[in-house]
């Protein structure tokens, strides 16, 4: 095991702190992001955010947490990676262990990692290896029809069968470097979630478009961060669910401004996986 993966439990932190979440004001417009793809670091829309203050829980002072529950949880998760940066790398050594993850998580039969990005809070950094910015917006990365279509993307020639049973898609986010200083990860309780609160909004690539959810405001949500978060952590959680038998299927999620960050704090540097998880 690396050193660096030899967790270094975070000090004592407040139960709770309120700092400010970007919602989506719903325009009767067809909402849509634009992303250049691969490479690129271009980045439209035409969403209006609605800030409000909200109360974000300390998840490392609260809980259990369950993924058909709140939807979300931290795990401790070593992993073998040296470099997050190396494609190579990344495919051989990362998305297996990713897979193994999803389906210890899950208790899924198969897991199949679709895609993975790396995001920056460090301007220079994010434009110098082409790389994404944190998402300070409050969003839920599938919809009830993308996810679908997403399958099909992904295992055409399977895609009717898997489609066919319940599967999920899952997402695990950690720190790729340093610990999370700023911007970390607020995940919205999928039990607070009204009915009315998604809003579908296009995610446009060149060559596809694709569906996610932006959200409106609504102070019935409850929100949970885990400060600090390590390299050798996970933040598991469920962007979709096939099965609507009343556990979590849809869990939004931002970046925040932490109101206060560790002295001198670095920026932030992460990774997400997605992964389809088959039952």
């Not at 909200?54 to 529950?69: C, E, V």
């Not at 029809?145 to 695990?172: N, Y």
């Not at 978060?229 to 009343?246: C, H, I, W």
Request: glycine residues 6%.
């Amino acid at each position: 095991m690396a050193e660096a993966d030899i967790l270094m439990r975070p000090p004592p932190q407040a139960a709770s702190l309120e700092a400010v979440l970007n919602y989506v004001l719903d325009t009767g417009e067809v909402l849509y992001n634009f992303s250049g793809g691969e490479g690129s670091t271009e980045i439209r829309s035409n969403i209006t955010v609605d800030p409000k203050r909200m109360t974000i829980h300390n998840g490392r002072l609260s809980g259990p947490f369950d993924l058909d529950a709140q939807g979300f949880r931290l795990v401790d998760h070593p992993t073998a990676m040296r470099d997050f940066f190396d494609n190579e790398e990344l495919r051989r050594v990362y998305y297996p262990e990713m897979e193994a993850l999803a389906r210890a998580q899950t208790g899924a039969r198969r897991a199949v990692i679709f895609d993975h990005t790396l995001r920056t809070a460090d301007d220079e950094k994010r434009e110098a290896l082409k790389i994404r910015e944190v998402v300070r917006r409050v969003h839920n990365d599938y919809t009830e029809a993308s996810a679908r279509q997403r399958v099909r993307d992904v295992l055409p020639a399977e895609a009717e069968a898997l489609l066919a049973g319940r599967f999920a898609i899952v997402q695990a986010w950690r720190p790729i470097n340093h610990p999370v200083e700023t911007f970390p990860l607020a995940l919205c309780d999928s039990r607070s979630l009204a009915e009315g609160d998604l809003i579908v909004t296009e995610r446009r690539y060149p060559g596809r478009t694709g569906y996610t959810y932006s959200v409106r405001a609504n102070p019935a949500h409850q929100w949970t961060w885990f400060p600090l978060m390590q390299r050798g952590e996970a933040l598991v959680f469920k962007v979709y669910d096939s099965l609507d038998d009343g556990r979590a299927r849809f869990v939004p999620h931002t970046s925040f401004v932490d109101p206060a960050p560790p002295p001198k704090a670095r920026p932030r540097e992460s990774i997400e996986a997605r992964m389809f998880a088959f039952f």
